[in-house]
Every structure is written in structure tokens, then in C-alpha cells.
């Protein structure tokens, strides 16, 4: 995690940094957080920093939070 907020830090723009920690949140069964993660890299792309396939991982991510906390 602290290698990923330091990329984030580095490059706030790439979208993958987020859909990792957001993937690192999903296995320690934290999924508020993986989904805040995500949410955050969706406001990234919003704002054009983000490529289709990217944007793409990074919803397919909060659909898998969502998946395993349940919430259908």
C-alpha cells in the first residue's frame, strides 16, 4: 500500500495505481475502501486523464467490491 500511494503521489493520473490498492483492499476484505479506491480513479478519468481500457479495469474492480461484499 505504501509503495502504491507513493506512485499516486508521483503520478495521480494513472489510473492503475488506484485499481491496485483497490485490489489490495478487496483481499483484506475491506470494501468500502475498495470502492472508494475506485470511485476516486473514475473522478480521475472524468477529468481526462484516462485511457478506455483502463477506465474499463477500474469498474470491472468496483463491480468485483461490490460482488463479494454482497451487494448485488
Excluded: H, W
Excluded at 503521489?9 to 491496485?20: D, K, M, R, V
Excluded at 483481499?27 to 480521475?44: H, L, N, V, Y
Excluded at 477529468?47 to 468496483?62: H, M, N, Q, S
Aim: some cysteine; glycine content about 2%; aromatic content about 12%.
Amino acid at each position: 500500500m505504501e509503495l502504491y500511494t507513493a506512485a499516486i503521489e508521483l503520478n495521480p493520473n494513472e489510473l492503475l495505481y488506484y485499481t491496485n490498492m483497490a485490489a489490495v483492499y478487496i483481499e483484506q476484505k475491506k470494501f468500502d475502501q475498495a470502492i472508494a479506491q475506485c470511485d476516486t480513479a473514475i473522478s480521475k478519468a472524468r477529468e481526462g486523464a484516462y485511457d478506455f481500457v483502463k477506465l474499463a479495469k477500474v469498474i470491472a474492480r468496483k463491480a468485483s467490491a461490490y460482488e463479494k461484499n454482497g451487494q448485488f
